[in-house]
T-cell receptor, first 116, second 115 residues
């Protein structure tokens, strides 16, 4: 079974600054997908960014970018120019690329607070 | 599209009562998932369906839990009898069968409190 580890329970960032959230995962597979989800106080789970393991290029979505290090099994999320609306819990998630396996395994989450 | 719709948003019930959570997936999505979120255990997959057929229910905690998907637009998660330790937020999510890198679309969740 795959495990996803987020070692930072909480992170704080000044508005307009940059924060990086760490995520590591354990797998014996070579092909898989990685995701970051955001859960604001409204508790809606919102997909922030996705990465295919076979792609070397790091994914980017506006102010959100990832640093995918496949050999190290690391998938960190960088939030640039932080805004008050970025305050939320962020979850890293893993999914196997095996046909028919659609389970998403989540990390424990990192709570991000943004200081005005 | 209205997204994944869950009802009720909040549910408070007494221990021993039956509780039913409901979910309407996004039209055209072939997969439907039920997750439970607690402080202690985080997000756990309970069960998922493909084309209305249960594929993996290994996460269902015990026989008190059951899930059905009678058609492509509706699913239920039932707990009978409910216990205080079932208190959690229950999420439903769906995704299309194609586009393997597609993430899930989650509903807003049902916060269940069993007293």
């Amino acid at each position: 079974a795959q495990t996803v580890t987020q070692s930072q329970p909480e992170m704080s960032v000044q508005e307009a600054e940059t924060v990086t959230l760490s995520c590591t995962y354990d797998t014996s597979e070579s092909d898989y997908y990685l995701f970051w989800y955001k859960q604001p106080p409204s508790r809606q789970m919102i997909l922030v960014i996705r990465q295919e393991a076979y792609k070397q290029q790091n994914a980017t979505e506006n102010r959100f970018s990832v640093n995918f290090q496949k050999a190290a099994k690391s998938f960190s999320l960088k939030i640039s120019d932080s805004q008050l609306g970025d305050a939320a819990m962020y979850f890293c998630a893993y999914r196997s690329a095996k046909n028919g396996n659609y389970k998403l395994s989540f990390g424990a989450g990192t709570t991000v607070t943004v200081r005005a | 599209d209205a997204g994944v719709i869950q009802s009720p948003r909040h549910e408070v019930t007494e221990m021993g009562q039956e509780v039913t959570l409901r979910c309407k997936p996004i039209s055209g999505h072939d997969y439907l998932f039920w997750y439970r979120q607690t402080m202690m255990r985080g997000l756990e997959l309970l069960i998922y369906f493909n084309n209305n057929v249960p594929i993996d229910d290994s996460g269902m905690p015990e026989d008190r839990f059951s899930a059905k998907m009678p058609n492509a637009s509706f699913s239920t998660l039932k707990i009978q009898p409910s216990e205080p330790r079932d208190s959690a937020v229950y999420f439903c999510a769906s995704r299309p069968g194609i586009h393997p890198n597609y993430g899930y679309t989650f509903g807003s969740g049902t916060r269940l409190t069993v007293v």
